[in-house]
């Protein structure tokens, strides 16, 4: 990846979102927005908009070479890379038997080789800057384990694995790693699940309601403020988790 290594061009700070054009991820687009972020994001297949404070283009996440092709866009157009969100995932709801291998390569493609293709592409420039936040959206799957979800649960698990160990990894050049689990939400995967699944996961909140997508998202934004928390692990929602 080519890297800026002279004064960055911008006042604003820069966040590259993956799968922008999804329920929650068109939730973080508009709020990185309203809080004076200049977006960039991703998708595979719904298009988005690009203007002055937004570059859009379609990627895919699990790939690494159209990745750093992104990244470079942005880094061409406005000198840095401040926040980059793994948000992008595919689920397909089936227990493991009925699984096919498509959807099995397709899940730990977007879900987890998603995540290493986009650091990569990110991470040089976030090295040259010696800042940076790294956040990947995990699941509450990936820590309790979920029926029909056993290759989901995997790959979101395996995010937790992959933030703790690269949040050793960046200390170094004062980039933040974390790890955020949203909560059962009213909209993308959420809004798709049967009603059953909905009312399961509204039983099993403490407080008898699904997780705020807008909460969500300001929580991620404000996790990118504070200067001395990485290689964390955070629950957004009000089920008890497995472990963290």
């Known amino acids: 990846m080519t890297v800026n290594r002279k004064k960055i ?28 972020y200049l977006v960039a994001y991703t998708s595979r297949k719904a298009e988005g908009v690009n203007t002055d404070v937004f570059i859009w283009d379609k990627v895919e996440s699990s790939s690494l070479s159209e990745n750093i092709r992104f990244a470079e866009k942005v880094v061409k157009k406005w000198g840095r890379i401040d926040v980059f969100v793994l948000n992008a995932a595919v689920n397909f709801d ?22 290493f293709a986009g ?15 790294i956040i990947a959206v995990s699941s509450y799957s990936g820590s309790c384990g979920k029926e029909g979800q056993s290759i ?25 790693v974390n790890a955020v689990l ?9 809004a ?23 909460e969500s998202a300001e929580f991620i934004i404000n996790l990118c403020r504070l200067s001395s928390v990485s290689g964390q692990v ?7 988790v497995g472990w963290l």
């Open 94 to 115: 089936a227990i493991l038997s009925r699984t096919g291998i498509e959807e099995i390569n397709e899940m730990i493609g977007v879900n987890l080789r998603g995540f």
């Open 234 to 240: 955070f629950n957004l929602d009000s089920r008890i």
């Open 152 to 176: 989901y649960g995997a790959s979101k698990s395996a995010l937790i694995g992959a933030v703790r160990s690269l949040a050793k990894e960046a200390a170094e050049y004062n980039i933040k």
């Open 119 to 133: 650091v990569k592409a990110v991470l040089p420039q976030m090295m040259a800057q010696r800042n940076g936040d």
């Open 182 to 190: 949203p909560g059962f939400m009213d909209t993308g995967m959420g």
């Open 9 to 36: 061009q911008v006042d604003k700070k820069v966040v590259f979102i993956t799968g922008g054009t999804g329920g929650f991820g068109k939730t973080l687009v508009d709020k990185f927005s309203r809080c004076g």
């Open 192 to 214: 798709r699940s049967a009603e059953k699944i909905k009312q399961r996961a509204q039983k099993d909140n403490l407080l008898g309601r699904l997780a705020d997508a807008s």
